[in-house]
Every structure is written in structure tokens, then in C-alpha cells.
């Protein structure tokens, strides 16, 4: 089954810690994605990548960082930084200019 | 900036209503448009689009959005909503051509009842 996969569903950290959420896709698509989901703010994008080894800020990358080493995986670390870091993540792909972008389940982080 | 504004933040109807969410968006170009739809523990995913062409365009179970250029909006409708309907509604923009960023409203929770 061709798709996005996203791990764990679940995640709680202590503050002070960095965490990495996992992103990996079989679709054989150029283009990743992170966004963040809070209630009554729908999705809002972390960080973007068109191309292995490149990535670009999107609007809330404080306290975020990525990496895109391979094609089919976009890990985002969550940074002790980022002074507001409980939120859904959700990581999404897309073929470049293609306009749709297809999601993953999501993972819930809770910094406690 | 762009910006995309959903009017309606909760929506509650019976089954069989018909519903109609509105969606507002601010960029001075071309774009394309798009309907999500997030069921209860499910992903995120495609309800409809539009790239270019008729203004109507239908998606997937019984849903259509109509691009009002002139209005800047793309409203989403059903015209007899179903208990399975219930679900978390978002209204994205991107420009056209060039890299696909979207650009996401707030949602809109609809909750339908039997």
C-alpha cells in the first residue's frame, strides 16, 4: 500500500528535551512536509522540502528542525526552543507543482 | 500575506439538512483551490479541487465547491447531509504554478445528528 507513515501516534516528553517525530512515504514523491495543528488554527507549515538534501522554512520554524537525507523520509525535530512544542504534527507529500499534497495520521506530542 | 478566512468555526445540522461552508481567501493571483476533510481518528484527506475550468467542481461523497472569482471564495455544499458527515472541514489555497505551498484556514467542526 502506497502512503504516508508517521511515528509513534502518541509521543509525551519532558520539557527541556528534543524529540524527533518520524515521516516516511513510499508514494516516490519529490515534495515533504510539516505542519502543525492547533484547535481553531487549522494547519499551519513548519518546514518544506522539494528535493533531497534541501529544505525551507516555512511560516513557524522557531524551535524546529529538519533533515532530507533520503527521498522517502522527512524527520522533524522538536527543538527545547520551541517554547509552545504540544501540538499535532502532521508531515504530508506531494508531487512539485501537482498542487495536492497527501497527509499522514499525524502524531500527537505532549511536553509536559 | 495570504491568508485564507473560514466564516463558520462549529456547524450543527440534522441529517438530511443541507449545508453550505464558506471560505474566503486573500491572494491577488492566480490559485488553486482545495476542500480537506479530517473524519474522527482519520487522515487528512482530499474532499475536492480546482485548478482551472468550470467553476463547479464535484468531489467525493455527494460534495461540490463553487469558485466565485469575482468573490474571492470557494464555498463548500452538500445538499443532504448524513450522520457520516461529521468531521473537521478546511478550506487551502495555493498560487498556481511554482512550488505547491498551501495555505490552510482554521476549520470548520460540523457535527451531524441522526
Known amino acids: 500500500d502506497g502512503g504516508i507513515t508517521q511515528s509513534p501516534k502518541y509521543l509525551f516528553r519532558k520539557e527541556g528535551q528534543n524529540v524527533t517525530l518520524s515521516c516516511e512515504q513510499n508514494l516516490n514523491h519529490d515534495a515533504m512536509y510539516w505542519y502543525r495543528q492547533d484547535p481553531g488554527q487549522g494547519l499551519r507549515l513548519i518546514y518544506y522540502?522539494?528535493?533531497?538534501?534541501?529544505?525551507q522554512k516555512g511560516d513557524i520554524a522557531e524551535g524546529y528542525s529538519v533533515s532530507r537525507e533520503k527521498k522517502e523520509s522527512f524527520p522533524l525535530t522538536v527543538t527545547s526552543a520551541q517554547k509552545n512544542p504540544t501540538a499535532f504534527y502532521l508531515c504530508?507529500?506531494?508531487?512539485?507543482?501537482?498542487?495536492?499534497?497527501?497527509f499522514g495520521p499525524g502524531t500527537r506530542l505532549t511536553v509536559t | 500575506a495570504q491568508s485564507v478566512s473560514q466564516h463558520n468555526h462549529h456547524v450543527i445540522l440534522s441529517e438530511a439538512a443541507s449545508l453550505e461552508l464558506g471560505c474566503n481567501y486573500s491572494?491577488?493571483?492566480?490559485?488553486?483551490l482545495f476542500w480537506y476533510v479530517q473524519y474522527p481518528g482519520q487522515h487528512l484527506q482530499l474532499l475536492l479541487k480546482y485548478f482551472s475550468g468550470d467553476p463547479l467542481v464535484k468531489g467525493i461523497k455527494g460534495f461540490e465547491a463553487e469558485f466565485i472569482k469575482s468573490k474571492f471564495s470557494f464555498n463548500l455544499r452538500k445538499p443532504s447531509v448524513q450522520w457520516s458527515d461529521t468531521a473537521e472541514y478546511f478550506c487551502?489555497?495555493?498560487?498556481?504554478?511554482?512550488?505547491?505551498?498551501?495555505?490552510f484556514g482554521a476549520g470548520t467542526r460540523l457535527a451531524v445528528h441522526p
Open positions: 522540502s522539494q528535493i533531497v538534501n534541501d529544505f
Open positions: 487551502a489555497v495555493s498560487p498556481s504554478g511554482g512550488y505547491n505551498k498551501l495555505i
Open positions: 491572494y491577488g493571483g492566480t490559485v488553486n
Open positions: 504530508a507529500s506531494s508531487v512539485p507543482q501537482a498542487g495536492e499534497q497527501y
